[in-house]
């Protein structure tokens, strides 16, 4: 085999690298996105059964639901971060895979702006995530704070 043809293989697999690192990160982001929309469902549902108890509601149940009002937004605010770094990963990966056919179809500077802004998009994915991160705790102290167990032992 002609040594240019071995070398244009090996600088085309070199972009499979990084389409891998971003399925790892993908496999994470995509049960932790799914985990928080069914929280938001079964929160939704939860709203709606306290909702119906109206004037039959014990304090306990109005407190509750003030904790499920609070927790939603956040939620759905998290959804959307995790969902935009899901989506930024993907574009990661297509940018990455044209980069690939670039490199054998072209000897100017498109397959550098397409791994450029591939690893771009890679970047805006992790500040997403690290930032659901941080939101992810937050609800997590909402939730303890707001336990009535805790509120009994105080």
């Not at 928080?36 to 149940?61: M, N, W």
């Not at 179809?105 to 994915?125: E, I, Q, R, Y």
Request: glycine share 4%; with cysteine.
């Amino acid at each position: 085999m002609d040594p240019s043809i071995s070398q244009l293989i090996v600088q085309m697999v070199s972009p499979a690298v990084m389409v891998s690192a971003c399925g790892l990160m993908l496999l994470g982001l995509g049960n932790k996105y799914a985990r928080v929309v069914d929280r938001i469902r079964h929160f939704a549902s939860e709203v709606r059964a306290l909702r119906k108890l109206g004037a039959a509601a014990t304090d306990t149940d109005r407190h509750r639901l003030e904790i499920l009002e609070v927790q939603i937004p956040d939620l759905f605010h998290r959804g959307k971060l995790l969902r935009n770094s899901v989506l930024h990963f993907y574009m990661a990966i297509m940018l990455f895979v044209l980069c690939s056919f670039a490199i054998a179809v072209t000897k100017t500077w498109l397959p550098l702006a397409l791994f450029a802004v591939g690893m771009g998009c890679v970047f805006v994915a992790i500040l997403l995530a690290w930032r659901e991160a941080l939101l992810s705790f937050r609800l997590l102290n909402l939730e303890v704070a707001f336990r009535p167990e805790a509120r009994m032992l105080e």
